[in-house]
């Protein structure tokens, strides 16, 4: 714990504010006379322009300096748990809890299934992908009942994190679902962005159920300073609750 307490401590401007953050002051004062330099990684693929502007819209009432690290999913994930970084944009699942604390969510995110429009089906359930094969990011998770069926119910296949990769590999016929996050509940928005990306829209559909709806939140290792952070978090966001909804609903 000392080298990660002493971590925090020099992401403080100065001792005193460390010590007005932990020692002397409420939460309430701490939070108006501090900032907070904060370490935290994101999802390379992720739609930056998006994160980024929901990232400032929490710091500016956290009080917090995001330092920002673009990284493959895998590696921001490995270094939150080593409790290097905090990291945006994970979901909740038992083995992370294991490892990691949660905020509050921030938002829903949304997995949905990409076919060639010609191959489109009617999905349900799990189930109804039995036989096929998935295109999916490497360091995703999609829950435990997804992982049981793995392997057994249907085959995937991994991709670096860029969507365009992933509908590389389903126009070759390695795959015959690609997997995709947004955080719309509108299937069309995603189509809209593999309009803009990929120059295979038409040949694409986005099918009209999401395979999950997921929380989203910031994870940091469960023994690091940067717990003490979370609280913080979570009143930002319910202070900012409009301006995030607003901006979720957004084009960004």
């Known amino acids: 714990m000392r080298p990660r307490r002493q971590m925090l401590r020099q992401l403080l401007h100065g001792a005193a504010?460390?010590?007005?953050?932990?020692?002397?002051?409420s939460p309430a004062q701490?939070?108006?006379?501090?900032?907070?330099q904060v370490p935290i990684a994101i999802n390379e693929a992720s739609r930056h322009p998006f994160v980024k502007q929901l990232l400032r819209l929490i710091g500016e009432a956290a009080q917090i300096d995001w330092q920002i690290q673009s990284l493959p999913w895998a590696r921001a994930m490995l270094l939150a748990e080593r409790g290097q970084t905090m990291v945006f944009g994970v979901s909740r699942t038992p083995a992370r809890e294991q490892v990691l604390a949660f905020s509050e969510p921030v938002f829903d995110n949304h997995v949905w299934m990409v076919m060639r429009r010609d191959q489109a089906m009617d999905y349900r359930q799990l189930s109804d992908l039995s036989g096929r094969t998935l295109c999916i990011s490497r360091g995703i998770s999609y829950g435990p009942s997804f992982e049981a069926a793995r392997g057994s119910l249907f085959k995937v296949e991994w991709a670096n994190g860029d969507l365009n990769a992933r509908v590389r590999m389903l126009m070759a016929g390695r795959c015959d679902v690609v997997l995709s996050s947004h955080r719309s509940a509108q299937p069309w928005l995603l189509e809209r962005q593999?309009?803009?990306?990929?120059?295979?829209?038409?040949?694409?559909?986005?099918?009209?159920?999401?395979?999950?709806?997921?929380?989203?939140?910031?994870a940091v290792a469960l023994d690091h300073s940067l717990v003490q952070v979370l609280p913080r978090l979570n009143r930002a966001m319910r202070q900012q609750s409009k301006a995030i909804q607003a901006l979720i609903n957004s084009d960004l």
């Open 30 to 36: 701490a939070q108006a006379s501090t900032r907070l």
């Open 17 to 25: 504010a460390w010590s007005a953050l932990g020692l002397h002051a």
């Open 194 to 218: 593999l309009r803009e990306q990929t120059g295979h829209s038409a040949a694409l559909t986005v099918l009209p159920r999401p395979m999950q709806v997921d929380p989203i939140h910031f």
